[in-house]
């Protein structure tokens, strides 16, 4: 991977690069500030970065504004972000977290643990790379309007220009950065919309990602003033995770964004009005629970919405089967 470290501490500059060098494979480039790393992108147009690792605290520019402003560039709007800083209050993870960070690495860190993350954005890195391709080359094979060649059903979507949307891989990497840290206290549950694999069989590619957007744009709105950060995790299905403070009420967070999706004109392409439905699952406290059980309760939002979609759609098949009877 190309690699753009930005701090303004030279000691942590000459260590990044020791360590780029002892693990080869990558080719690491340097800033001391976040104005000089916009500059650097906007000459590096040709070799474009594949990551960045920024520090929080500089001068002029923190880290977190200069993720926000890298994210906002097409080029580099899904690029992945790690911030290595020495601050790890909460409030530094959630800004973090929420301006794009993909993973969040305090200072002192260990060259095993740097290793093992960078190891996981170069993942990343080639599945994204892949995914493209193939992507790309089954739309020159297949043009055909209202087949779905974009992404599969199941897999996550990077959704950009909604307040307080992040990853899913980040989604797991900032839980897992609460359970090292022991700032727990939160709740998680999920979204599902209805009938999904119907809008996904039926729609576009594009179509399918406005509905995706659209629908996670009325959540967005509807937990504003909370303080929450949400993720797209494939099967039609959010998962957000709130602050502890607040117990969700939801069967009536439910209706709020139902009654919210019922207001909006969302539209297909060929003019017709398209009418998403979400189901919640249960809210999971995440008192007490680290590592792995921060990672099921995850896993277990999203399944408890999910089945919870399913049920209301067979609770409405037997309706309309009673009906037929009756």
Same mark, same amino acid.
């Given at each position: ?10 000691? %942590? ?21 976040g ?22 605290? +500089? ?21 992945? %972000? ?19 960070a993909t ?14 993350r960078?190891?996981?954005? !170069? ?5 994204r ?15 055909? !309007? /209202?087949? $779905? ?12 220009d909604?307040?307080?949307? %992040?990853?899913?891989? !980040?989604?797991? $990497? ?6 090292r ?8 549950? /999920? ?13 576009? !590619? ?17 937990? +504003?003033?909370?303080?929450?950060l +949400? ?18 009420? +939801?069967a ?27 189901c919640?699952g249960?809210?999971i ?6 590592g ?35």
């Amino acid at each position: 991977m190309k690699i753009l470290a930005v701090d303004d501490d030279p000691i %942590i500059l000459e260590l990044l690069v020791q360590f780029m060098e002892a693990i080869g494979d990558h080719d690491l480039v340097t800033a001391n500030s976040g104005q000089e790393a916009l500059e650097i992108i906007k000459t590096a147009e040709i070799d474009r970065f594949d990551c960045f690792m920024l520090d929080i605290q +500089m001068p002029a520019m923190d880290g977190i504004e200069l993720a926000g402003r890298i994210h906002a560039t097409a080029r580099y709007a899904d690029a992945p %972000i790690l911030m290595l800083t020495a601050m790890s209050e909460k409030r530094y993870i959630d800004s973090a977290f929420a301006a794009g960070a993909t993973d969040y690495v305090t200072k002192p860190f260990e060259i095993s643990e740097l290793s093992a993350r960078i190891r996981v954005v !170069a993942d990343l890195v080639k599945a994204r790379q892949s995914r493209t391709k193939k992507i790309f080359s089954t739309q020159a094979l297949n043009q055909r !309007a /209202g087949e $779905n060649t974009g992404t599969a059903l199941h897999e996550p979507l990077t959704l950009h220009d909604v307040d307080n949307v %992040i990853e899913c891989i !980040a989604m797991e $990497n900032y839980v897992a950065q609460l359970s090292r840290s022991a700032l727990f206290g939160s709740t998680v549950f /999920g979204f599902t919309i209805r009938q999904i694999e119907a809008f996904h069989a039926e729609m576009s !590619a594009f179509e399918f990602r406005s509905l995706i957007e659209d629908t996670a744009e009325v959540i967005s709105d509807t937990l +504003m003033g909370r303080q929450f950060l +949400m993720s797209y995790s494939g099967n039609g299905t959010f998962v957000c995770i709130v602050e502890s403070g607040w117990r969700p009420d +939801m069967a009536g967070l439910m209706d709020q964004v139902n009654l919210s999706l019922s207001r909006s004109e969302l539209y297909d392409n060929s003019g017709q009005r398209i009418e998403p439905r979400v189901c919640t699952g249960e809210a999971i406290r995440l008192v007490w629970k680290t590592g792995d059980q921060v990672m099921d309760a995850l896993a277990q939002a999203q399944a408890s919405a999910e089945q919870a979609a399913i049920n209301y759609e067979r609770s409405m098949s037997d309706l309309f089967q009673y009906g037929r009877i009756a």
